[in-house]
């Protein structure tokens, strides 16, 4: 059973930054698509950045020039760094996994809170 765990969320003031981490206990090399997604109180989770297995990367509107997706392949990680952070970046954060015939994976979440 492949598990996706997060870490590095916390508390940051607006303008700084994160980096999460999404660590899987399987290869990530097989994966079709990995991602992260958010979720902020009384909203919809909703898409933050996306990677194609061949290595595209699409992000959402709301984070492009700020947040970069990137992976690992050796330590089976991906990494979503977040700078210049703003309020309405706070959310719980959410890794994502599909496989080949569709089976997807999420990890369990990381806070993320953006204040001062």
């Known amino acids: 059973q492949v598990q996706l765990v997060e870490s590095g969320g916390g508390l940051v003031q607006p303008g700084g930054s994160l980096r999460l981490s999404c660590a899987v206990s399987?290869?990530?090399?097989?994966?079709?698509?990995m991602a992260w997604y958010r979720q902020a109180p009384g909203q919809q989770r909703e898409l933050v950045a996306r990677s194609l297995r061949w290595g595209s990367r699409i992000y959402a509107d709301s984070v492009k020039g700020r947040f970069t997706f990137s992976r690992d392949n050796a330590k089976n990680t991906v990494y979503l760094q977040m700078n210049s952070l703003k309020p309405e970046d706070t959310a719980v954060y959410y890794c994502?996994?599909?496989?080949?015939?569709?089976?997807?994976?999420w990890g369990q979440g990381t806070q993320v809170t953006v204040s001062s």
């Open positions: 399987g290869s990530i090399f097989g994966f079709n698509a």
């Open positions: 994502y996994a599909e496989q080949p015939d569709g089976y997807e994976y």
